[in-house]
């Protein structure tokens, strides 16, 4: 199993930046997708969850309105798309897969690699 993730990001305050996540070795509509962050020096911030198998998106009460989850289920891929961003969005974004479980509390049974996302003028 895997999980891929995009490269490194470099945003401006204020504009949008889409991450994706290629998944490989499971079947992609089986596994929730969990969208967590980790900002320099900071622990882990569960941003949301996305169900593959039908579309359904839970989203941190921290993200409502500024984070988007879609996915392309001919190509296994996942993506997150966050708008407005501001200096505080700088930190390193995982997308992680779960058989069973979905939500903060979880264990997730795989991970991305994690894409640097940097905002900044």
């Known amino acids: 199993v895997q999980l891929v993730q995009s490269g490194v990001e470099l945003r401006n305050p204020g504009t949008s930046v889409k991450v994706s996540c290629k998944a490989s070795?499971?079947?992609?509509?089986?596994?929730?997708i969990e969208w967590v962050r980790q900002a320099p020096g900071q622990g882990l911030e569960w941003m949301g969850s996305?169900?593959?198998?039908?579309?359904?998106?839970k989203y941190a009460q921290k993200f409502q309105g500024r984070v988007t989850f879609t996915a392309d289920t001919s190509t296994s891929t996942a993506y997150v798309e966050l708008s407005s961003l501001r200096s505080e969005d700088t930190a390193v974004y995982f997308c992680?897969?779960?058989?069973?479980?979905?939500?903060?509390?979880?264990?997730?049974?795989?991970w991305g690699q994690g894409t640097q996302v940097t905002v900044s003028s």
């Open positions: 996305f169900d593959p198998g039908d579309g359904v998106s």
């Open positions: 070795g499971y079947t992609f509509t089986s596994y929730y």
């Open positions: 992680a897969a779960d058989h069973d479980c979905s939500g903060s509390l979880c264990r997730y049974d795989y």
